[in-house]
């Protein structure tokens, strides 16, 4: 897999992005590809392409706390590397929702029959959050409404 160099621009208040070029993206069989891995100096982060509509344009979206981990900023030159993401989910998983699942097969059960896309919102859900006592406060919550019986996401996101 080759690198690449891209530029950090500022898409909107919360967020950065990278363009990636169709040609790499093509190069590496990736053109069709939604979810991908990105590797930054060495640190791996599970990421969505964006298209932007009606041209060829293909972006990664950088989060703030992202930035903040690899200590870049907008405007700096970034060498990366993409490859096609292989994981179950295609999202991080969060170890306070591994914990759960592993401490209750119940709620491992329930989870497993819910829909790629339904898995994937619940583990973004607990991702993002800031604290390890917050992810852990969501994945409980999480668990209760899946013990119950919710495979809505309405149910489950409500309180």
């Known amino acids: 897999m080759q690198h690449i160099t891209a530029r950090i621009e500022k898409d909107n208040l919360w967020h950065s992005r990278i363009e990636i070029p169709l040609d790499y993206l093509k190069e590496c069989l990736l053109e069709n590809e939604k979810r991908v891995v990105i590797s930054l100096y060495g640190i791996e982060f599970q990421r969505a392409i964006h298209r932007k509509k009606e041209t060829d344009l293909r972006y990664i979206y950088l989060s703030t706390e992202m930035l903040k981990r690899l200590n870049a900023k907008e405007g700096d030159l970034i060498l990366l590397e993409i ?5 179950e989910l ?13 401490d209750w097969p119940e709620v491992e059960g329930y989870f497993n029959k819910l829909s790629i896309g339904k898995r994937r919102s619940i583990v973004f859900a607990i991702d993002r959050l800031k604290t390890s006592d917050a992810r852990i406060r969501k994945a409980l919550h999480f668990a209760r409404k899946l ?13």
């Open 147 to 159: 013990t119950e019986g919710e495979t809505e996401l309405k149910g489950l996101f409500s309180k």
């Open 83 to 87: 490859k096609k993401d292989t994981s």
């Open 90 to 102: 295609q999202a991080p998983m969060p170890e306070e929702w591994e914990a759960v699942l592993w």
